[in-house]
């Protein structure tokens, strides 16, 4: 196997368990908290104990992390998380036994208090800031870019009534953000994301389906689904508006601030418009442009790519949010995607990944050919 992998633990690389490993899962998710399992064979001690039940590492909050590298060189860390659960599997004589050990990513950390706090004379992506630096997590550059208005006491304040990572979570579905905890090559270097994803980088991995020499992915499935709205109607009376009688703000939106992946958007490719209604309380203009292009954002992802492949003959691992570039799936279904969760099972022998791909697009489908002429008698 052309793929390295190393468990951290506490700082410190466990390279007996790497050695010893059952298997290793780790999931990254676009909305969910990163996870992981890591099953070990358990063996009796020269005092009867089981070795790696009792072992210390394993223990509950253990701090593990995950790294891999593929043929490409690039150093991934896959998770940096902490133990939460654990199960043994006992067999007789402990030929059989294991041990199962699941955890979840240092997101765990921001969701161990829940608290009430008004947050006044911030905008969203400030607050997420000033949230990840009391855990230590680096911002990510891009925190503040299309950030909301300020929350005033003139207009409204943000009240928060949950843990820090609820908070998040809540505030950056509703702003059209991803909120994510994630070490990208180091184990302890953590990153706080509260931004939308950036459709406008370079394809960092192209997967080519149908080549001989070349292909890298053994199979994909490809579904749509435009049972979605394209377009937002919102109107609200606007809490600093002193006029009663005011009409309000907002309007008719059908462009949700992200760039198109490709030629045929969602409204495109119908040729009709699904309509949604919003309503919302809202202080200004700005808060109910930012609640209608979240929900268009969330409906534009409307074509989805499944597959699986592996480190060795991908050559590369991909990660969550990255752009990436599918060839060889026809004009429709061939461009870049963005990658919206991996789930890795590593062992001895193989690191697999199960990989889901979106974009908001489809490809210009390609001209009919032209019909047969008839002969005339």
Not at 146 to 164: I, V, Y
Not at 301 to 306: A, E, K, L, N, P
Not at 357 to 376: C, D, E, K
């Amino acid at each position: 196997m052309s793929t390295l992998f190393d468990i951290v633990i506490g700082g410190t690389s466990a390279s007996d368990f790497d050695a010893d490993i059952v298997e290793l899962e780790v999931e990254e998710n676009a909305d969910l908290p990163g996870a992981f399992s890591l099953t070990l064979p358990v063996a009796t001690t020269s005092t009867g104990d089981y070795d790696t039940v009792s072992d210390p590492r394993l223990a509950p909050l253990s701090n593990v992390c995950v790294t891999a590298q593929a043929k490409d060189g690039i150093t991934q860390c896959l998770i940096d998380g902490y133990v939460l659960a654990q199960q043994i599997h006992l067999d007789t004589g402990t030929a059989k036994s294991t041990i199962k050990v699941w955890g979840q990513d240092a997101s765990w950390l921001m969701n161990t208090t829940e608290q009430a706090k008004e947050w006044v004379d911030v905008t969203d992506g400030a607050a997420a800031n000033t949230i990840f630096g009391n855990y230590g997590f680096t911002p990510d550059p891009s925190n503040l870019d299309d950030d909301s208005p300020a929350h005033t006491e003139d207009g409204a304040t943000l009240m928060q009534r949950a843990s820090d990572a609820q908070f998040l979570r809540a505030l950056a579905r509703r702003g059209g953000k991803w909120f994510r905890v994630f070490c990208t090559d180091t184990p302890g270097e953590r990153t706080g994301f509260f931004a939308a994803p950036d459709l406008s980088a370079d394809p960092a991995i192209t997967f080519v389906l149908n080549d001989a020499t070349a292909a890298n992915v053994s199979a994909l499935d490809i579904s749509f689904d435009v049972m979605r709205p394209s377009a937002v109607n919102a109107f609200q009376a606007l809490f600093t508006d002193a006029d009663a009688d005011s009409a309000g703000a907002g309007g008719n939106f059908t462009d949700d601030g992200l760039p198109t992946m490709s030629d045929q958007s969602l409204a495109t490719v119908t040729g009709s418009t699904i309509t949604a209604l919003l309503t919302t309380t809202a202080a200004d203009s700005g808060t109910i442009t930012l609640r209608a292009n979240s929900l268009l954002r969330e409906a534009g992802w409307f074509v989805r790519c499944q597959g699986t492949t592996d480190a060795d003959l991908l050559g590369a691992i991909p990660r969550v949010g990255q752009m990436v570039a599918l060839n060889a799936a026809g004009a429709i279904h061939s461009g870049n995607y963005l990658v919206w969760s991996v789930r890795h099972k590593i062992t001895a022998e193989k690191h697999e990944m199960n990989f889901v791909l979106v974009r908001n697009a489809m490809g210009t489908p390609p001209p009919a050919p032209p019909s047969a002429g008839g002969i005339s008698l």
